[in-house]
Structures are given as C-alpha cells and as structure tokens.
Nanobody
Framework: QVQLVESGGGLVQPGGSLRLSCAAS????????MNWYRQAPGKERELVAT????????KYADSVKGRFTISRDNAKNTMYLQMNSLNSEDTAVYYC????????????WGQGTQVTVSS
C-alpha cells in the first residue's frame, strides 16, 4: 500500500522557519521524482519544489527561491522541505508528491500538512 505522510506543519510567525518531512512507503522511493506542492485558500495547487531521483537536481518556484530547500534521504525513504523567511503568502496546505514516468506513469499524493504564517 502506497503511503506518503507529511509532517512538520504548523503555525509560525513571519520571518520564521519550518521543516516539512514526507515519509514514503509501499513503493520504490529512490526511483521517483519527488515534489512539494501547496494550495492556498481559493487558489490552485502550485508546484513549489522538485528533486530528482538521486537528489542532485532541484528546481524551485520563483516565489520560494533562496528561501526554501528541498532534499531527500533515499536510505530513509524521506523527503524534506526546509522553509526559511516565511511570510503570509506561504500560508497553504503543503502536499508531498511522488511521480515516475518509466516504465509506467505513477503519481502518488500525501494528505497534506497545514502551514500558517501569522503573527
């Protein structure tokens, strides 16, 4: 059974930091590209960050570049998102996503974790 479980969300003051984790099970984690998405109230889900299967390549949305860092530990089947200098526009539900294109397309999602940036 495929599972992606996010943790680490919560309430943080503007300028603060949080570290999200995504624990994966039920599939070969090391063969999947991993992504963090987020969805704010009334907005579409947006891609925040992507990390390649080996972790050597990362990409970020312009809105989080220089503030967020995506990483993964394939030995622990876990992905992370370090979020620094948070502001109110980062308030959203953050989702972990695992995606593979070969040999078949597979797409797995976590339930999400709420991040609220407020004073």
């Amino acid at each position: 059974q495929v599972q992606l479980v996010e943790s680490g969300g919560g309430l943080v003051q503007p300028g603060g930091s949080l570290r999200l984790s995504c624990a994966a099970s039920g599939f070969t984690f090391s063969t999947y590209t991993m992504n963090w998405y987020r969805q704010a109230p009334g907005k579409e889900r947006e891609l925040v960050a992507t990390i390649s299967v080996g972790g050597s390549s990362t990409k970020y949305a312009d809105s989080v570049k220089g503030r967020f860092t995506i990483s993964r530990d394939n030995a622990k089947n876990t992905m992370y998102l370090q979020m620094n200098s948070l502001n109110s526009e980062d308030t959203a539900v953050y989702y972990c996503n695992a995606r593979a294109y070969w040999p078949n397309f597979n797409d797995h999602w976590g339930q999400g974790t709420q991040v609220t940036v407020s004073s």
